[in-house]
T-cell receptor
Framework: DGGITQSPKYLFRKEGQNVTLSCEQNLNHDAMYWYRQDPGQGLRLIYYSQIVNDFQKGDIAEGYSVSREKKESFPLTVTSAQKNPTAFYLCASSEQLTRNNEQFFGPGTRLTVL | GQSLEQPSEVTAVEGAIVQINCTYQ??????LSWYQQHDGGAPTFLSY????GLEETGRFSSFLSRSDSYGYLLLQELQMKDSASYFCASRGGNYGGSQGNLIFGKGTKLSVKP
């Protein structure tokens, strides 16, 4: 079955530590995205990548970093510079030029900073 | 700026019809999409309108009026499982690429009561 996987589902981190969230897709999509969701809020774009070895900052990129070395994988690192990292993180993918704005989302990772 | 506005909460009873409105302001316009998200889950794509009018998919319909920068999602024959958050999303112009990335509203939490 094609889809997007994210791991882990729950992640706990101490202040001052970097942590990497995994995102893998086997949909053969060129574009991948990372969103952050806070309670009662919509999805805010952190980073996106339209092609391998290229990525761009979204609205809230400060304190985050990404890489796109393979088409299937788009890991997100939450660095210690991110002031308020506790949130629900969603990874998505899509065809590069979608006809209907459809993005496919992974199950999410809930990050809690202790 | 680019924004989408929708009500924060809506309550309805099982079997009823509910309409969730969305007004948008984007520098360009490439259609209005709707996503459903159950608590703790991943958003899933529901519908897309590129042109004015009504699109029907089973119990769900979506409407767009580009002249009014307005759309809505109509849910008929409500079921308990329809309790979820519903997000409208639009692709703004030239934001991050030739088509731009998706911008999401903050979501409408629908509660279906017995």
């Amino acid at each position: 079955d094609g889809g997007i996987t994210q791991s882990p589902k729950y992640l706990f981190r101490k202040e001052g530590q970097n942590v990497t969230l995994s995102c893998e897709q086997n949909l053969n999509h060129d574009a991948m995205y990372w969103y952050r969701q806070d309670p009662g809020q919509g999805l805010r774009l952190i980073y996106y990548s339209q092609i391998v070895n290229d990525f761009q900052k979204g609205d809230i990129a400060e304190g985050y970093s990404v890489s796109r070395e393979k088409k299937e994988s788009f890991p997100l690192t939450v660095t210690s510079a991110q002031k308020n990292p506790t949130a629900f993180y969603l990874c998505a993918s899509s065809e590069q030029l979608t006809r209907n704005n459809e993005q496919f989302f992974g199950p999410g990772t809930r990050l809690t900073v202790l | 700026g680019q924004s989408l506005e929708q009500p924060s909460e809506v309550t309805a009873v099982e079997g009823a019809i509910v309409q969730i409105n969305c007004t948008y302001q984007t520098s360009g316009f490439y259609g209005l999409s709707w996503y459903q998200q159950h608590d703790g889950g991943a958003p899933t794509f529901l519908s897309y309108n590129a042109l004015d009018g009504l699109e029907e998919t089973g119990r769900f319909s979506s409407f767009l009026s580009r002249s009014d920068s307005y759309g809505y999602l109509l849910l008929q024959e409500l079921q308990m499982k329809d309790s979820a958050s519903y997000f409208c999303a639009s692709r703004g112009g030239n934001y991050g690429g030739s088509q731009g990335n998706l911008i999401f509203g903050k979501g409408t939490k629908l509660s279906v009561k017995p």
